[in-house]
């Protein structure tokens, strides 16, 4: 029983460029749920997503940062020409429908490193 | 949102007991208290959640006093493995479903 899978787990870009993290969630799980965390931080909610729907994006820079969760395939989270300050561990979570108490289970994260 | 302020770090030796605390003075009613371990590099994993009174699973124990505005999260016998961070949220089960980290504590377990 596969659990959430991030990939790249290590990411490189240089300034400027952009930067695809993808996230499958867990089997049977229809949320999804994006974290960014800094070193020495607590993970900070960015948004939240149901097949095809944003449900919350409060926590989402409104410039250059969106993000998708399409009928087939994975989550996307798409940084556009990322700047040093977007470096940072991005985590993905899923959970079941409502009724499982907001328990999230989450990937291994991908690091984003921008030179 | 209810806010969580527990100990920014703890020691241990092998084979003790850890009880860490959280406190959350404003929860509300429909919140449910939630722990997550974090290693090095990975992403929280879930430990253990509560309402009130006591549960316990085949990792930790989760003490809730009547009033609900702490809570305990127990290791047994803690080893080098469960060195990480752990996580203290405050959430409801309906209604904004983002979850909200604080700095957690850094338990460090020493042989």
């Known amino acids: 029983n596969a659990g959430v899978m991030q990939n790249p787990r290590h990411l490189v870009r240089r300034r400027g460029q952009e930067a695809r993290l993808r996230c499958s969630p867990m089997?049977?799980?229809?949320?999804v749920y994006w974290y960014r965390q800094l070193p020495e931080e607590g993970l900070k909610f960015m948004v939240y997503?149901?097949?095809?729907?944003?449900?919350?994006e409060s926590g989402m820079p409104k410039e250059r940062f969106s993000a998708e969760f399409p009928k087939e395939g994975p989550s996307i989270l798409r940084i556009q020409q990322v700047v040093r300050g977007d470096s940072a561990a991005y985590f993905c979570?899923?959970?079941?429908?409502?009724?499982?108490?907001?328990?999230?289970?989450f990937g291994a994260g991908t690091r984003l490193s921008v030179l | 949102l209810a806010k969580t302020t527990q100990p920014i770090s703890m020691d241990s030796y092998e084979g003790q007991e850890v009880n860490i605390t959280c406190s959350h003075n404003?929860?509300?009613?429909?919140?449910?208290i939630t722990w997550y371990q974090q290693f090095p590099s990975q992403g929280p994993r879930f430990i253990i959640q509560?309402?009130?009174t006591k549960v316990t699973n085949e990792v930790a124990s989760l003490f809730i006093p009547a009033d609900r505005k702490s809570s305990t999260l127990s290791l047994p016998r803690v080893s080098l493995s469960d060195t990480a961070v752990y996580y203290c949220?405050?959430?409801?089960?309906?209604?904004?479903?983002?979850?909200?980290f604080g700095s957690g504590t850094r338990l460090q377990v020493q042989p």
């Open positions: 979570a899923s959970s079941t429908n409502r009724g499982n108490k907001n328990i999230q289970y």
């Open positions: 089997k049977g799980h229809s949320h």
């Open positions: 997503l149901q097949k095809e729907n944003i449900i919350d």
């Open positions: 404003n929860i509300a009613t429909n919140d449910y």
């Open positions: 509560g309402y009130k």
């Open positions: 949220l405050v959430a409801p089960d309906t209604g904004r479903r983002a979850l909200t």
